[in-house]
Nanobody
Framework: QVQLVESGGGLVQAGGSLRLACTASGTILSANAMGWYRQFPGKQRELVAAIGSGGITNIADSVKGRFTISKDNAKNTVILQMNNLKPEDTAVYYC?????????????WGQGTQVTVSS
């Protein structure tokens, strides 16, 4: 079993910055990827950014150039640095970890953290 603990959400004015952190604990396989999704009211979750254990990143076009993702493999922690925030970034942000074995893929989710950007 894997647990994810998120921190760093909150209220910020447009143009400001927030840093989201997520730490995974439990049985963490070396082959894994961590990332962040967000969910707007009434919408499905969408990928914000993800990073593999080898450091390859995938960042959504809507946040490219403003958000960066980094990962500390030793601490199983992923950081989403969000700069130049816009009101349309307001959403619940969820951390996720995907663990890959030879026979299965497991995914786990955090409880979500609210990010609110005021205009």
């Amino acid at each position: 079993q894997v647990q994810l603990v998120e921190s760093g959400g909150g209220l910020v004015q447009a143009g400001g910055s927030l840093r989201l952190a997520c730490t995974a604990s439990g049985t963490i396989l070396s082959a894994n990827a961590m990332g962040w999704y967000r969910q707007f009211p009434g919408k499905q979750r969408e990928l914000v950014a993800a990073i593999g254990s080898g450091g390859i990143t995938n960042i959504a076009d809507s946040v490219k150039g403003r958000f960066t993702i980094s990962k500390d493999n030793a601490k199983n922690t992923v950081i989403l640095q969000m700069n130049n925030l816009k009101p349309e970034d307001t959403a619940v942000y969820y951390c996720t970890i995907v663990l890959v074995t030879t026979s299965r893929i497991y995914d786990y989710w955090g409880q979500g953290t609210q990010v609110t950007v005021s205009s």
